[in-house]
């Protein structure tokens, strides 16, 4: 069948917006050769999770096909429960698929409701700042956006516009650690009450979810630089590497304690840096490698390969050249027994894992918005009002992004029993360490670059 399996352009050229040849799932014998695939792959190998590169480039009927056809998968006849088998990718909507103008695409707006999951790049965006089309020097939450700009933020933007971007990238981010709901209901950074789809992003809905697990929360993937080399492009000239490791544990704490599905790239935990590559699929060794004793990690080992990053060459050869930028082992180590921490942290209570959208719209709240909020501090209160969580009931999480130690009071905090959650108590970060809580006013004060978690059994 020529010209059948691929998509082609009006005049019969081959499309390859996927930046490959692109399938044709449109036509139905490519979409069952593609489930065919799956299927065979579940089966004979036990695969029990699928990622679709550029999901938005297939369908949401052949999702649902390939859904259905793998629910049939028994571990009796099959050797694995299809049930279970985990289907995410890109819902990222571009190129001839945009628009639905070949019909229903399977983008992050579409499959709202089918618990298919897609990245969130909503919550990535804020967090880091910027997105993969901008300048690789714009601040976010973590990188210091408004509470410690750069001199290219600095000069490019007032001050005023910069916390009015901070603000509304926390938006983001707070949608973001609801698992991105379409439906969840809060008060934004002008103290209008609004649902998460009503909060924009780049001209699009920011929620758009039907229930937690259809996020898939990250800062750091193999697109793109990673985290370790976007905070070293995108933090002020003065930030010490102890300062830029700090951001890096924040970011990655946003990720650990969110609703939905955590998602890191290998070695996020050991400062893992790629020289600033942006696009390392054909890069070798040299830039991919992980260095897994947690001595280094590969930054300032030369410029990244020409042919993905030349036009970035001129921001990235001063810093890379720079040695007090190199970070030391102790703060790699610290880093990774942060980053455990919070993995632990996280498992140690169900409130970190809510299923629906009625028990987050009922359990978690943000304290700290509207426009008279401490810019650079996003407070998450979780809350299971009597009911089984584990060994806490209540937890509060102060993130707090601001080089500076915040206070922060709130009336409905004041009586709790509150306390630094013990593995923090006893946490690798002396800094951490310090945050303390004030039972009879409410108030938590939290240090610089740091992610508080209080728990209590009530």
Same mark, same amino acid.
């Given at each position: 069948?020529?010209?059948?399996?691929?998509?082609?352009?009006?005049?019969?050229?081959?499309?390859?917006?996927?930046?490959?040849?692109?399938?044709?799932?449109?036509?139905?014998?490519?979409?069952?050769?593609?489930?065919?695939?799956?299927?065979?792959?579940?089966?004979?190998?036990?695969?029990?999770?699928?990622?679709?590169?550029?999901?938005?480039?297939?369908?949401?009927?052949?999702?649902?096909?390939?859904?259905?056809? #793998?629910?049939?998968?028994?571990?009796?006849?099959?050797?694995?429960?299809?049930?279970?088998?985990?289907?995410?990718?890109?819902?990222?909507?571009?190129?001839?698929?945009?628009?639905?103008? #070949?019909?229903?695409?399977?983008?992050?707006?579409?499959?709202?409701?089918?618990?298919?999951?897609?990245?969130?790049?909503?919550?990535?965006?804020?967090?880091?700042?910027?997105?993969?089309?901008?300048?690789?020097?714009?601040?976010?939450?973590?990188?210091?956006?408004?509470?410690?700009?750069?001199?290219?933020?600095?000069?490019?933007?007032?001050?005023?516009?910069?916390?009015?971007? #901070?603000?509304?990238?926390?938006?983001?981010?707070?949608?973001?650690?609801?698992?991105?709901?379409?439906?969840?209901?809060?008060?934004?950074?002008?103290?209008?009450?609004?649902?998460?789809?009503?909060?924009?992003?780049?001209?699009?809905?920011?929620?758009?979810?039907?229930?937690?697990?259809?996020?898939?929360?990250?800062?750091?993937?193999?697109?793109?630089?990673?985290?370790?080399?976007?905070?070293?492009?995108?933090?002020?000239?003065?930030?010490?590497?102890?300062?830029?490791?700090?951001?890096?544990?924040?970011?990655?704490?946003?990720?650990?304690?969110?609703?939905?599905?955590?998602?890191?790239?290998?070695?996020?935990?050991?400062?893992?840096?790629?020289?600033?590559?942006?696009?390392?699929?054909?890069?070798?060794?040299?830039?991919?490698?992980?260095?897994?004793?947690?001595?280094?990690?590969?930054?300032?080992?030369?410029?990244?390969?020409?042919?993905?990053?030349?036009?970035?060459?001129?921001?990235?050869?001063?810093?890379?050249?720079?040695?007090?930028?190199?970070?030391?082992?102790?703060?790699?180590?610290?880093?990774?027994?942060?980053?455990?921490?919070?993995?632990?942290?996280?498992?140690?209570?169900?409130?970190?894992?809510?299923?629906?959208?009625?028990?987050?719209?009922?359990?978690?709240?943000?304290?700290?918005?509207?426009?008279?909020?401490?810019?650079?501090?996003?407070?998450?209160?979780?809350?299971?009002?009597?009911?089984?969580?584990?060994?806490?009931?209540?937890?509060?999480?102060?993130?707090?992004?601001?080089?500076?130690?915040?206070?922060?009071?709130?009336?409905?905090?004041?009586?709790?029993?509150?306390?630094?959650?013990?593995?923090?108590?006893?946490?690798?970060?002396?800094?951490?360490?310090?945050?303390?809580?004030?039972?009879?006013?409410?108030?938590?004060?939290?240090?610089?670059?740091?992610?508080?978690?209080?728990?209590?059994?009530?």
């Amino acid at each position: 069948m020529p010209d059948y399996y691929n998509r082609l352009d009006a005049d019969g050229n081959l499309l390859t917006g996927s930046c490959c040849a692109d399938t044709a799932t449109e036509h139905l014998m490519m979409g069952k050769l593609q489930q065919d695939a799956i299927l065979w792959n579940a089966r004979k190998y036990k695969i029990d999770g699928f990622r679709f590169d550029i999901m938005s480039f297939t369908f949401v009927k052949n999702l649902q096909h390939i859904q259905q056809a #793998l629910a049939k998968l028994t571990p009796a006849k099959d050797g694995v429960d299809g049930s279970k088998i985990y289907i995410y990718g890109e819902g990222f909507t571009f190129g001839e698929t945009a628009n639905n103008a #070949l019909g229903v695409n399977a983008s992050q707006l579409n499959l709202y409701g089918n618990g298919i999951r897609t990245f969130n790049d909503r919550l990535r965006d804020g967090v880091r700042g910027g997105g993969p089309f901008d300048d690789v020097r714009v601040q976010g939450f973590a990188t210091g956006l408004f509470t410690d700009p750069s001199t290219y933020t600095a000069q490019g933007t007032a001050l005023l516009d910069q916390r009015a971007a #901070l603000l509304h990238r926390s938006d983001w981010i707070r949608v973001g650690l609801t698992g991105n709901l379409r439906d969840y209901s809060f008060v934004d950074a002008t103290g209008s009450t609004i649902t998460g789809a009503q909060l924009d992003y780049q001209g699009q809905p920011t929620g758009y979810t039907a229930t937690p697990v259809e996020a898939v929360n990250y800062a750091s993937v193999h697109d793109n630089q990673d985290l370790f080399d976007a905070i070293q492009l995108k933090s002020a000239e003065n930030d010490t590497s102890a300062m830029r490791a700090r951001r890096q544990v924040l970011a990655m704490s946003v990720v650990a304690l969110g609703q939905g599905v955590p998602c890191f790239m290998a070695g996020d935990d050991l400062l893992r840096s790629k020289d600033m590559d942006q696009n390392s699929y054909d890069s070798g060794d040299w830039f991919n490698k992980i260095d897994w004793s947690r001595l280094g990690n590969n930054w300032g080992i030369g410029l990244p390969i020409a042919s993905q990053n030349n036009g970035q060459w001129s921001i990235e050869q001063p810093l890379l050249a720079n040695a007090a930028l190199k970070p030391t082992a102790n703060q790699i180590q610290g880093t990774t027994a942060a980053f455990q921490e919070f993995l632990k942290i996280r498992e140690s209570s169900g409130l970190f894992r809510i299923a629906t959208f009625k028990e987050v719209q009922k359990n978690l709240t943000f304290p700290n918005t509207g426009n008279s909020q401490v810019p650079g501090l996003i407070v998450m209160d979780l809350n299971a009002h009597g009911k089984q969580a584990g060994p806490y009931g209540h937890v509060v999480v102060l993130f707090n992004a601001t080089n500076e130690q915040q206070s922060f009071t709130s009336t409905v905090l004041a009586g709790s029993k509150l306390r630094l959650h013990p593995i923090q108590k006893s946490s690798s970060d002396s800094l951490v360490r310090t945050t303390t809580f004030d039972q009879g006013t409410g108030t938590v004060v939290v240090p610089g670059l740091t992610t508080a978690v209080l728990v209590s059994t009530d």
